[in-house]
């Protein structure tokens, strides 16, 4: 959990007990004021009662009183009531929450060669909502024998194109694409890939033909690609081969940083 997302939660929280504390008998209880932190604030059961203890247990009289007059509990407050929070979470206490989505150490510096598999993904067409969703082809490949798989993506039907769209975390002027196939490979029509300016390359294009290996693992060699890219469409053809459902299993974007 992000740190300013903690400290929301504490003005909220705190404006919530101000609210009820015009008289004694209107401050919320423990039980109420985590209800009323789900509600308002978005997050879950277990961050409200973490939020809630941590309130109950950091926040001065003289904190309550600068939020009810508009402005911002103190410095000390914040602090003590987010390690508070994070120590309630992780069980752990934590100084330095991240910062970004990314921890620090996962950052590569400007300039290396970087492999990194798909964070996200969405498709034109998915047999399910999670198992064979797109979702199914971000992370490393985690399908180990050739088969109808849900741990790998696969379109609405047997009988279409679809594309997937696969996206990842670090931009990257692109050298090579790799795609796993865990099922019937070989019906790849179009690989495209989008820089961060949201521009398009075409970058392979081709006829389906029946792979030799199955799960087969497909590079696709980019050059001339001169801006980052973060974001990869790949197009299946499953009429030309009519083997059945063409299903990826991870999608593997490869280049140097910028
Ligand atoms: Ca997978």
């Known amino acids: 959990m992000m740190k300013m997302k903690i400290v929301s939660v504490l003005a909220l929280s705190a404006g919530l007990i101000a609210c009820g504390g ?12 985590v209800a009323q932190i789900v509600e308002s604030g978005g997050v879950d059961q277990v961050v409200a009662e973490c939020a ?45 929450p991240p910062s970004s989505d990314v921890p620090a150490t996962d950052v590569p510096a400007s300039g290396v060669e970087y492999s990194q598999w798909a ?38 039907t047997t009988t279409e194109e679809a594309t997937l769209t696969v996206q990842f975390d670090i931009p990257v002027i692109p050298s090579a694409i790799s795609v796993v196939q865990s099922y019937n490979p070989g019906a790849i029509t179009s690989i495209e890939v989008v820089d961060v300016n949201g521009d398009s390359t075409v970058v392979y294009s081709g006829v389906p033909k029946v792979g030799a290996d199955c799960p087969a693992t497909s590079a696709f060699p980019i050059t001339g ?29 490869v280049g140097v940083t910028k």
């Open 52 to 96: 809630a203890d941590a309130l109950f247990s950091n926040l001065t009289e003289a904190d309550l009183t600068a939020v009810v007059a508009g402005g911002d509990p103190s410095a000390e407050a914040q602090t003590a009531f987010t390690n508070a929070v994070l120590d309630c979470l992780s069980g752990t206490t934590v100084t330095e």
């Open 119 to 156: 964070s996200n993904a969405f498709a034109t067409s998915q047999y399910g909502e999670t198992s064979w969703s797109a979702s199914e082809s971000t992370g490393e490949p985690n399908v180990v024998k050739c088969g109808d798989n849900g741990m790998a993506w696969a379109p609405m």
């Open 22 to 33: 015009d008289s004694s008998s209107n401050v919320p209880t423990r039980d109420e004021l």
């Open 225 to 253: 690609v001169t801006t980052a890219v973060d974001e990869v469409n790949i197009t299946i053809d499953e009429t030309v081969l009519d083997l059945g459902w063409s299903e990826v299993d991870a999608v593997q974007l």
